[in-house]
T-cell receptor, first 114, second 114 residues
Framework: AQKVTQAQTEISVVEKEDVTLDCVYE???????LFWYKQPPSGELVFLIR??????QNEISGRYSWNFQKSTSSFNFTITASQVVDSAVYFC???????????FGKGTHLIIQP | GAVVSQHPSRVICKSGTSVKIECRSL??????MFWYRQFPKQSLMLMAT?????????EQGVEKDKFLINHASLTLSTLTVTSAHPEDSSFYIC??????????FGQGTRLTVV
């Protein structure tokens, strides 16, 4: 069975601080995909990134960066110089690909204070 | 990215009535659609997976007679909550995947049963 653990239920930081959201996953699949989504109060899911299990390169997109480490089954997400607009719930998710749906973590509620 | 439209975005219904939620892929053919449920301040849980033209596959613990899923065309899937009760109040969100593509999420439907 697949499992995604986001141990941080809520994180509160002051604007401009860097913040890292942790994600640890479990799967028996050799091929799988990892995702991060942002969910603002309106509820829609905003896609941030997808990573396949064969690509361990870290990725940077503006203020966002992701660190994928297969050895520790982790896929952490860092926001640099946080802004109030970054406040939301962030979900890490895992899929086996094919016709598999996503297994979500419980989410981390990120609060950026001005 | 591809567009998935979910309708309605909000619905309030009386206990005992049925509610239909539509999920449409607007610019691609969705061979697979997924339905998720999210209780307040909780994670998203996969309810069922449907492939066009075939019966949906429900996750363990999801009542198939209560949550009727139809995927009659490559652009439309519907979720009908039958004989809704207050405990069915939740946020329902669909996602759609085409051949060789990732899954894209709809905007979600907030169902309140009174």
């Amino acid at each position: 069975a697949q499992k995604v653990t986001q141990a941080q239920t809520e994180i509160s930081v002051v604007e401009k601080e860097d913040v890292t959201l942790d994600c640890v996953y479990e799967t028996r699949d050799t091929t799988y995909y990892l995702f991060w989504y942002k969910q603002p109060p309106s509820g829609e899911l905003v896609f941030l990134i997808r990573r396949n299990s064969f690509d361990e390169q870290n990725e940077i997109s503006g203020r966002y960066s992701w660190n994928f480490q297969k050895s520790t089954s982790s896929f952490n997400f860092t926001i640099t110089a946080s802004q109030v607009v970054d406040s939301a719930v962030y979900f890490c998710a895992l899929s086996g690909g094919g016709a598999d749906g996503l297994t979500f973590g419980k989410g981390t509620h990120l609060i950026i204070q001005p | 990215g591809a567009v998935v439209s979910q309708h309605p975005s909000r619905v309030i219904c009386k206990s005992g009535t049925s509610v239909k939620i539509e999920c449409r892929s607007l610019d691609f053919q969705a061979t697979t659609m997924f339905w998720y449920r999210q209780f307040p301040k909780q994670s998203l849980m996969l309810m069922a997976t449907s492939n066009e033209g075939s019966k949906a596959t429900y996750e363990q613990g999801v009542e198939k007679d209560k949550f009727l899923i139809n995927h009659a065309s490559l652009t439309l899937s519907t979720l009908t909550v039958t004989s809704a009760h207050p405990e069915d109040s939740s946020f329902y969100i669909c996602s759609a995947r085409g051949r060789g593509t990732e899954a894209f999420f709809g905007q979600g439907t907030r169902l309140t049963v009174v």
